[in-house]
T-cell receptor
Framework: DAGITQSPRHKVTETGTPVTLRCHQTENHRYMYWYRQDPGHGLRLIHYSYGVKDTDKGEVSDGYSVSRSKTEDFLLTLESATSSQTSVYFC????????????FGSGTRLTVV | QQQVKQSPQSLIVQKGGISIINCAYENTAFDYFPWYQQFPGKGPALLIAIRPDVSEKKEGRFTISFNKSAKQFSLHIMDSQPGDSATYFCAAEAGGTSYGKLTFGQGTILTVHP
């Protein structure tokens, strides 16, 4: 989607390895979010950021960490990938963070074998 | 814990028919209710949204109905078209210092037959 890019788009990794997913935005939005999408669960919030170096945990944060060293980049790290982390990961951005809606990236399909 | 429950899981409608997707929530602090549409291989996209101070919002063929006392809201797609075939998610956001965090429903796969 325009203004927000996720990389990689697809990744296969082995159990126990660290993995980093990148979200890059060109909209200068303050708020950024990482969600995972799984059948039957909808989208669940992993971590979010409300400014540079300001991050907090979401509903399903165990096994994940994030970093935001500059406005445009929000990194999601799986510290030691497990098969339960096989999922589609979406990054989203929001200008105001309240009642503004999100713009989502195109997602990263991660498979942990 | 699923704070927003969405039904049905899947829905098949004939072209020209009405598609109805329902959501129920528990948290009375929710004060913003968007709907997202997702096509295969794409990220969800904001479709329409409502706040609880109104009971209905219409944008083209898409209407949200909101029942605050029942803590339910629904999406109606009038004159459904094959191009509407997608996955639909309802969501809810709590006011105050929620930082815009959304809680999503489980999703509904809509198929519109020609």
């Amino acid at each position: 989607d325009a203004g927000i890019t996720q990389s990689p788009r697809h990744k296969v990794t082995e159990t126990g390895t660290p993995v980093t997913l990148r979200c890059h935005q060109t909209e200068n939005h303050r708020y950024m979010y990482w969600y995972r999408q799984d059948p039957g669960h909808g989208l669940r919030l992993i971590h979010y950021s409300y400014g540079v170096k300001d991050t907090d945990k979401g509903e399903v944060s165990d096994g994940y960490s994030v970093s935001r060293s500059k406005t445009e980049d929000f990194l999601l790290t799986l510290e030691s990938a497990t098969s339960s982390q096989t999922s589609v990961y979406f990054c989203a951005i929001s200008a105001s963070g309240a009642g503004a809606g999100y713009t989502f990236g195109s997602g990263t399909r991660l498979t942990v074998v | 814990q699923q704070q927003v429950k969405q039904s049905p899981q899947s829905l098949i409608v004939q072209k020209g028919g009405i598609s109805i997707i329902n959501c129920a929530y528990e948290n009375t602090a929710f004060d913003y209710f968007p709907w997202y549409q997702q096509f295969p291989g794409k990220g969800p996209a904001l479709l329409i949204a409502i706040r609880p101070d109104v009971s209905e919002k219409k944008e083209g063929r898409f209407t949200i109905s909101f029942n605050k006392s029942a803590k339910q809201f629904s999406l109606h797609i009038m004159d459904s078209q094959p191009g509407d075939s997608a996955t639909y998610f309802c969501a809810a956001e709590a006011g105050g210092t929620s930082y815009g965090k959304l809680t999503f429903g489980q999703g509904t796969i809509l198929t519109v037959h020609p």
